[in-house]
């Protein structure tokens, strides 16, 4: 087992630099570099610069960055969502964000990064305005779906299930050869929250059953999971023995991430 952080770039006032520092201190030896999925390009925590793609001598910066604290860059997680809002959407730039995504995909991998995991949600996590009182005075953010059923629509219109599908299958297909080629694991963290719809545009990813379906599309170590335990416990069908019959079944298949 190896002890590993999963970081933001920049927490509050807190830099990089501190917080690749305190992981070396606390015995780590891996982490995990998040990129904010905020709709804009440029946002306060993007880990690498970039408008439409990533670029390879950007990335091993950060790399280098991470291994001067004595510590291993295991995966970057998350693209800015104005990277690849067209593909998960069916736009018009569709195919121009794939060859973006590629092009990224591969700068990672070459980069020396073996992992990439991104989300499956055009309209961001979902959370309830107010946080809830918790364990010991604390405070933790909280979802409530009965708080959003009526939400304007995110991106102007409202989709269908088997549409998103679709434009996943299609993404999937594409990308999966190419992180094959190159060596690199791909994955995609579930919905966040794990519930069928909100502003419009269905959450995919919200299931025991929906998982199996990703993974089905192209049959690949490459076409992985991020099993955000947290996450996935949420789920219905996560009750009970569930969560472990999912541990198992994707365990056993090699596609946790």
Not at 130 to 137: C, F, I, L, Q
């Given at each position: ?15 990089l ?67 690849y ?29 073996p ?8 309209s ?112 219905d ?21």
């Amino acid at each position: 087992m190896r002890l590993g952080f999963n970081f933001i770039n920049g927490i509050g006032e807190t830099s990089l630099d501190d917080l690749l520092r305190f992981a070396a201190q606390y015995g780590a030896t891996d982490v995990i570099l998040q990129s904010y999925t905020g709709k804009a390009a440029h946002e306060r925590y993007t880990v690498v610069p970039g408008v439409e793609r990533w670029e390879l001598d950007d990335l091993v910066v950060v790399r280098e960055k991470v291994e001067s604290y004595g510590l291993h860059l295991e995966a970057l997680e998350n693209v800015p969502s104005a990277f690849y809002d067209n593909i998960m959407l069916g736009g018009p730039k569709r195919d121009e964000q794939i060859e973006n995504m590629i092009h990224t995909v591969r700068n990672i991998a070459r980069a020396g990064i073996p992992v990439f995991g991104y989300n499956w949600m055009p309209s961001g996590v979902w959370r309830n305005p107010v946080n809830s009182p918790h364990r010991a005075g604390t405070t933790v953010t909280a979802y409530n779906h009965s708080q959003h059923v009526d939400e304007p629509l995110t991106h102007g219109r409202v989709y269908t299930e088997e549409e998103m599908w679709d434009n996943l299958e299609y993404w999937i297909k594409i990308i999966t050869p190419v992180a094959e080629e190159e060596g690199i694991r791909i994955g995609i963290h579930p919905a966040d929250p794990p519930v069928y719809s909100v502003g419009g545009v269905p959450r995919l990813l919200n299931s025991f059953d929906a998982y199996k379906r990703l993974t089905e599309i192209f049959d690949s170590p490459s076409n992985a999971i991020e099993f955000c335990q947290g996450t996935f416990s949420e789920m219905d069908d996560a009750a009970g023995e569930g969560i472990y019959d999912m541990i198992r079944y994707f365990g056993e298949r090699k596609k946790i991430l």
